[in-house]
Nanobody, 123 residues
């Protein structure tokens, strides 16, 4: 599975951006997709996820972005979006697209990562 993210850039506080991610390869077993971010000097953190398996469309957000960011899938289903609204300087980070195969019995997870796209929020 290959992932290509795009859409980052420089935006003023309060502005908006839309990130896109295109998945290619064998995505038939992927059941979770999401966005993560890594700010300078910090660890990578979860931003938002969306299930693509049994409970299709279930979303999960980090508390810091709830109400401001929206994750969605496009048509065709190999595209993933992240709408970022009301951006704050602390949202500045490299944003990474993620696709995962998650098994529950027994628990196992295989992650695929795309290239990051830089979002800079500054006046």
């Amino acid at each position: 599975v290959q992932l290509q993210a795009s859409g980052g850039g420089l935006v003023q506080p309060g502005g908006s951006l839309r990130l896109s991610c295109t998945a290619s390869g064998d995505i038939s077993s992927i059941n979770v997709m999401g966005w993560y971010r890594q700010a300078p000097g910090k660890e990578r953190e979860l931003v938002a996820t969306i299930s693509t398996g049994g409970s299709t469309g279930s979303t999960n957000y980090a508390d810091s972005v709830k109400g401001r960011f929206t994750i969605s899938r496009g048509n065709p289903k190999n595209t993933l979006y992240l709408q970022l609204n009301t951006l704050k300087p602390e949202d500045t980070a490299v944003y990474y697209c993620n696709a995962a195969i998650v098994r529950t019995i027994p628990w196992a997870r295989k992650d695929y990562w795309g290239t990051g796209t830089l979002v800079t929020v500054s006046s």
